[in-house]
Protein backbone atom coordinates (compact mmCIF):
# COMPACT_ATOMS: atom_id res chain seq x y z
CA UNK A 1 0.00 0.00 0.00
CA UNK A 2 1.70 3.30 -1.15
CA UNK A 3 -0.64 5.49 0.94
CA UNK A 4 -0.40 7.93 3.56
CA UNK A 5 0.10 5.91 6.82
CA UNK A 6 -0.12 6.70 10.25
CA UNK A 7 0.94 4.70 13.57
CA UNK A 8 -0.17 3.91 15.92
CA UNK A 9 -3.54 4.33 14.79
CA UNK A 10 -5.08 3.95 18.59
CA UNK A 11 -3.05 5.49 21.87
CA UNK A 12 -4.68 5.73 25.09
CA UNK A 13 -2.65 7.28 27.74
CA UNK A 14 -2.54 9.27 31.27
CA UNK A 15 -3.06 12.97 32.00
CA UNK A 16 0.35 14.32 32.10
CA UNK A 17 2.17 11.77 30.12
CA UNK A 18 3.58 12.58 26.70
CA UNK A 19 2.56 11.23 23.13
CA UNK A 20 4.26 11.19 19.54
CA UNK A 21 2.50 10.10 16.41
CA UNK A 22 3.70 9.27 13.13
CA UNK A 23 3.23 9.89 9.44
CA UNK A 24 4.51 8.44 6.36
CA UNK A 25 3.35 10.23 3.72
CA UNK A 26 3.00 9.69 0.03
CA UNK A 27 6.24 9.05 -1.47
CA UNK A 28 6.93 11.66 -4.01
CA UNK A 29 4.65 14.33 -1.68
CA UNK A 30 6.47 17.27 -0.32
CA UNK A 31 3.64 18.97 1.65
CA UNK A 32 2.51 17.25 4.78
CA UNK A 33 -0.61 18.33 6.96
CA UNK A 34 -1.54 17.68 10.34
CA UNK A 35 -5.14 18.37 11.36
CA UNK A 36 -6.93 17.35 14.19
CA UNK A 37 -10.16 15.90 14.46
CA UNK A 38 -13.13 15.48 17.43
CA UNK A 39 -16.37 13.36 17.37
CA UNK A 40 -18.99 15.64 15.23
CA UNK A 41 -16.41 18.23 13.59
CA UNK A 42 -14.52 18.77 10.48
CA UNK A 43 -10.57 18.41 10.41
CA UNK A 44 -9.33 21.43 11.73
CA UNK A 45 -5.66 22.64 10.66
CA UNK A 46 -2.80 22.17 13.50
CA UNK A 47 0.69 22.58 10.83
CA UNK A 48 1.99 21.80 7.43
CA UNK A 49 5.58 21.72 6.33
CA UNK A 50 6.65 21.71 2.34
CA UNK A 51 9.61 19.14 2.46
CA UNK A 52 11.40 19.62 5.98
CA UNK A 53 10.06 23.19 6.61
CA UNK A 54 7.18 24.16 8.97
CA UNK A 55 5.74 26.52 7.22
CA UNK A 56 2.80 27.32 9.32
CA UNK A 57 1.11 26.59 12.94
CA UNK A 58 -2.16 27.22 13.93
CA UNK A 59 -2.51 29.78 16.60
CA UNK A 60 -4.94 27.41 18.46
CA UNK A 61 -1.90 25.20 18.42
CA UNK A 62 -0.71 25.24 22.00
CA UNK A 63 3.60 24.83 22.92
CA UNK A 64 2.98 21.44 23.90
CA UNK A 65 2.55 20.88 20.63
CA UNK A 66 5.61 20.10 17.82
CA UNK A 67 5.73 18.88 15.02
CA UNK A 68 9.15 17.74 12.94
CA UNK A 69 9.73 16.83 9.56
CA UNK A 70 13.50 16.64 9.84
CA UNK A 71 14.59 14.69 6.50
CA UNK A 72 11.36 16.16 4.43
CA UNK A 73 9.89 12.24 4.63
CA UNK A 74 8.05 11.09 7.28
CA UNK A 75 6.69 13.65 10.12
CA UNK A 76 6.44 13.15 14.09
CA UNK A 77 3.54 14.98 15.79
CA UNK A 78 4.71 15.04 20.10
CA UNK A 79 2.10 16.39 22.24
CA UNK A 80 3.50 17.03 25.70
CA UNK A 81 1.91 17.05 29.29
CA UNK A 82 -0.95 15.76 27.82
CA UNK A 83 -4.75 17.29 29.02
CA UNK A 84 -8.21 15.53 28.33
CA UNK A 85 -9.16 18.65 25.92
CA UNK A 86 -6.33 16.81 23.48
CA UNK A 87 -8.42 13.25 23.20
CA UNK A 88 -8.98 13.73 19.14
CA UNK A 89 -7.91 11.92 16.02
CA UNK A 90 -5.13 13.28 14.08
CA UNK A 91 -5.29 13.28 10.82
CA UNK A 92 -2.04 13.12 8.59
CA UNK A 93 -2.22 14.15 5.02
CA UNK A 94 0.36 14.86 1.79
CA UNK A 95 -0.21 16.33 -1.09
CA UNK A 96 1.98 17.37 -4.22
CA UNK A 97 3.88 20.68 -4.33
CA UNK A 98 1.82 21.98 -7.44
CA UNK A 99 -0.86 24.68 -6.09
CA UNK A 100 -3.86 22.84 -7.00
CA UNK A 101 -3.08 19.04 -5.06
CA UNK A 102 -5.45 18.15 -3.41
CA UNK A 103 -4.76 15.86 -0.08
CA UNK A 104 -4.38 12.54 0.43
CA UNK A 105 -5.40 11.27 3.97
CA UNK A 106 -3.89 8.41 5.97
CA UNK A 107 -6.34 6.82 8.65
CA UNK A 108 -5.70 8.90 11.42
CA UNK A 109 -4.11 8.08 15.04
CA UNK A 110 -6.82 8.09 17.69
CA UNK A 111 -5.73 9.67 21.14
CA UNK A 112 -7.87 9.04 24.32
CA UNK A 113 -6.38 10.71 27.26
CA UNK A 114 -7.49 9.36 30.52
CA UNK B 1 -9.52 34.59 6.43
CA UNK B 2 -10.89 31.76 4.45
CA UNK B 3 -13.63 29.86 5.79
CA UNK B 4 -16.36 27.18 4.84
CA UNK B 5 -19.76 26.88 6.00
CA UNK B 6 -21.81 24.01 5.65
CA UNK B 7 -24.88 25.16 7.48
CA UNK B 8 -26.75 20.98 7.44
CA UNK B 9 -25.72 18.65 10.12
CA UNK B 10 -27.62 16.28 8.11
CA UNK B 11 -29.34 15.40 4.92
CA UNK B 12 -32.00 12.58 4.55
CA UNK B 13 -32.62 11.30 1.23
CA UNK B 14 -34.80 8.95 -0.56
CA UNK B 15 -32.75 5.91 -2.03
CA UNK B 16 -32.96 6.62 -6.15
CA UNK B 17 -33.78 10.45 -5.26
CA UNK B 18 -31.24 13.24 -5.93
CA UNK B 19 -29.33 14.80 -3.14
CA UNK B 20 -27.98 17.98 -2.96
CA UNK B 21 -26.01 18.50 0.19
CA UNK B 22 -24.28 22.94 0.59
CA UNK B 23 -21.19 24.27 1.09
CA UNK B 24 -20.82 28.23 1.08
CA UNK B 25 -16.89 29.83 1.61
CA UNK B 26 -15.15 32.92 2.36
CA UNK B 27 -12.11 33.75 0.78
CA UNK B 28 -10.04 36.86 0.07
CA UNK B 29 -8.36 35.36 -3.37
CA UNK B 30 -9.50 33.12 -5.77
CA UNK B 31 -10.99 29.83 -4.19
CA UNK B 32 -9.68 26.71 -4.85
CA UNK B 33 -13.08 24.55 -3.48
CA UNK B 34 -13.08 20.76 -2.56
CA UNK B 35 -15.48 17.84 -1.30
CA UNK B 36 -14.44 14.93 0.51
CA UNK B 37 -15.79 11.87 2.13
CA UNK B 38 -15.78 10.16 5.37
CA UNK B 39 -16.89 6.39 6.12
CA UNK B 40 -16.99 5.41 10.06
CA UNK B 41 -12.93 4.58 11.45
CA UNK B 42 -11.80 5.89 7.97
CA UNK B 43 -9.73 8.67 6.67
CA UNK B 44 -11.43 11.23 4.35
CA UNK B 45 -11.30 10.59 0.52
CA UNK B 46 -11.16 13.33 -1.99
CA UNK B 47 -14.14 13.09 -4.17
CA UNK B 48 -13.96 16.31 -6.06
CA UNK B 49 -12.83 19.48 -6.54
CA UNK B 50 -12.74 22.90 -8.32
CA UNK B 51 -10.16 24.94 -9.48
CA UNK B 52 -10.93 27.16 -12.58
CA UNK B 53 -12.80 26.64 -15.98
CA UNK B 54 -16.99 25.06 -16.06
CA UNK B 55 -18.69 25.63 -13.09
CA UNK B 56 -20.02 22.08 -12.89
CA UNK B 57 -17.28 19.28 -11.89
CA UNK B 58 -17.78 15.75 -11.58
CA UNK B 59 -15.90 13.33 -9.64
CA UNK B 60 -15.92 9.90 -8.57
CA UNK B 61 -18.99 7.36 -7.64
CA UNK B 62 -21.13 9.48 -9.80
CA UNK B 63 -20.68 12.74 -7.46
CA UNK B 64 -20.61 16.71 -9.21
CA UNK B 65 -20.33 19.98 -7.50
CA UNK B 66 -21.52 23.65 -9.06
CA UNK B 67 -19.44 26.64 -8.26
CA UNK B 68 -21.08 29.51 -8.00
CA UNK B 69 -19.36 32.73 -7.40
CA UNK B 70 -22.13 34.95 -7.17
CA UNK B 71 -23.36 32.60 -4.41
CA UNK B 72 -19.95 31.73 -3.12
CA UNK B 73 -21.29 28.36 -3.09
CA UNK B 74 -19.96 25.10 -4.15
CA UNK B 75 -22.85 21.90 -3.67
CA UNK B 76 -22.67 18.90 -3.76
CA UNK B 77 -24.99 16.70 -5.89
CA UNK B 78 -25.57 13.44 -7.30
CA UNK B 79 -28.63 12.86 -9.86
CA UNK B 80 -29.19 9.69 -7.98
CA UNK B 81 -28.60 8.25 -4.20
CA UNK B 82 -27.43 5.37 -3.18
CA UNK B 83 -27.51 3.34 0.57
CA UNK B 84 -23.74 3.26 0.18
CA UNK B 85 -23.58 6.97 -0.06
CA UNK B 86 -24.38 7.11 3.52
CA UNK B 87 -21.37 8.85 4.90
CA UNK B 88 -19.68 12.12 6.13
CA UNK B 89 -18.89 14.50 3.71
CA UNK B 90 -16.88 17.94 4.74
CA UNK B 91 -16.11 20.81 2.08
CA UNK B 92 -13.02 22.12 1.93
CA UNK B 93 -11.37 25.83 0.80
CA UNK B 94 -8.11 26.56 0.55
CA UNK B 95 -7.20 30.67 -1.03
CA UNK B 96 -5.64 30.64 -3.89
CA UNK B 97 -3.79 34.00 -2.77
CA UNK B 98 -0.90 32.56 -1.78
CA UNK B 99 -1.26 30.06 1.36
CA UNK B 100 -1.29 26.06 1.11
CA UNK B 101 -3.77 25.85 4.26
CA UNK B 102 -6.85 23.98 3.34
CA UNK B 103 -9.97 25.20 5.71
CA UNK B 104 -12.42 21.86 6.35
CA UNK B 105 -16.30 22.58 7.06
CA UNK B 106 -17.75 21.00 10.25
CA UNK B 107 -19.37 18.17 7.96
CA UNK B 108 -22.48 16.80 6.60
CA UNK B 109 -23.81 13.52 7.67
CA UNK B 110 -25.96 12.35 4.83
CA UNK B 111 -28.18 9.39 5.18
CA UNK B 112 -29.82 7.56 2.44
CA UNK B 113 -32.91 5.66 3.24
CA UNK B 114 -33.76 2.52 1.35
Known amino acids: DTGVSQDPRHKITKRGQNVTFRCDPI?????LYWYRQTLGQGPEFLTYFQNEAQLEKSRLLSDRFSAERPKGSFSTLEIQRTEQGDSAMYLC????????????FGEGSRLTVL | AQSVAQPEDQVNVAEGNPLTVKCTYSVSGNPYLFWYVQYPNRGLQFLLK??????LVKGSYGFEAEFNKSQTSFHLKKPSALVSDSALYFCAVRDGAGTYKYIFGTGTRLKVLA
Open chain 2, 50 to 55: YITGDN
Open chain 1, 93 to 104: ASSLIESTGELF
Open chain 1, 27 to 31: SEHNR
